[in-house]
């Protein structure tokens, strides 16, 4: 497992913030750098070069930069922005970004994007209602359709989050990732998000996704608290993970304000990623020791 921050990956600051807090993974948040309004795959190469010159490694993009309003609602005009979602996957594929996450769903304002700038939560941009007698999961299947294909040739992974819709019981994330068998396709694993879905097995869940090989990252995080508080034993979990197979990024959610903070959140997300590091010490020093036994 790799501890990784989600940075504006543009900034100095951002990177060295990653570098001097021991991440060994970055997850790019969909943030153009001035004087751009539109990504490339010469953009997208020079976005993973200044990461890795920085000594770090580029896990992914954090989500697709593309609106999805039209597509999400099943409205006209839908097909362009699929098509655009396509191309932004070919040139991530020319670049060599290994990952892009996806977000679908619809909260109680409306379909859910990331966001284009520093903040780190979701943000709300138009009011629409997925179509009722599951069209609205027939909507989503459409547009993985048109899209796995596209990462599959470009040999990039599309991992999706839980959302409040869709995506918002265990059930549907594995229906999700039965229905549509990639290798491409996995599961952005946000592990709090999890823990809250009703009569969910939260261990049950990291073994079945981890055995099936779909888990593509995980966000770590209790609900509005901080790593060591909550319902959730951090150390167990990791233990889960490893015990799973899974080698991927392992990243913390946002974190609860602190005060004097940015508006990113440097002093939550330095607590949070020391918490991290001294957890997966612990892991691994048990690993060793199993193996010397």
Not at 39 to 67: F, Q, T
Not at 165 to 171: P, Y
Request: charged share 25%; proline share 4%; net charge negative.
């Amino acid at each position: 497992m790799k501890l990784a921050l989600t940075i504006n990956c543009w900034t100095d600051e951002d990177l060295m913030f990653a570098q001097q807090f021991g991440a060994d993974q970055v997850m790019a948040q969909a943030v153009l750098p001035e004087g751009r309004t539109a990504w490339d795959a010469r953009l997208l190469s020079a976005l993973r070069n200044r990461v890795e010159k920085a000594g770090l490694a580029l896990a992914g993009m954090d989500c697709l930069p593309v609106r999805l309003d039209r597509a999400i609602a099943g409205m006209a005009g839908r097909d362009e922005e699929i098509e655009t979602v396509c191309r932004f996957m070919r040139d991530a594929g020319a670049a060599g970004i290994p990952l892009v996450g996806c977000r679908w769903g619809v909260d109680e304002k409306g379909p859910v994007r990331q966001p284009t700038g520093r903040g780190g939560a979701a943000v709300a941009v138009h009011q629409a209602e997925l179509q009722p007698g599951g069209a609205g999961w027939e909507i989503f299947l459409c547009f993985l359709e048109r899209v796995v294909p596209v990462a599959e040739e470009g040999g990039v992974k599309l991992a999706c989050g839980p959302g409040n819709s869709l995506l918002g019981r265990i059930e549907d994330l594995q229906r999700l990732v039965e229905e549509v068998p990639s290798s491409c396709l996995g599961i952005d694993f946000w592990q709090g998000a999890v823990a809250l879905m009703p009569g969910v097995d939260l261990a049950g869940a990291i073994r079945w996704f981890g055995g099936r090989q779909k888990l593509f990252l995980v966000t770590l995080g209790n609900s509005e608290a901080f790593l060591d508080e909550g319902d959730t034993r951090m150390l167990r979990s990791l233990r889960l993970y490893r015990e799973a197979g899974f080698v991927g990024g392992l990243r913390p959610g946002p974190q609860p304000g602190m005060a004097d903070d940015t508006e990113w959140g440097h002093k939550s997300q330095a607590f949070a990623i020391g918490y991290l590091r001294a957890l997966l010490q612990v892991v691994e020093n048990r690993k060793q020791e199993e193996m010397k036994r």
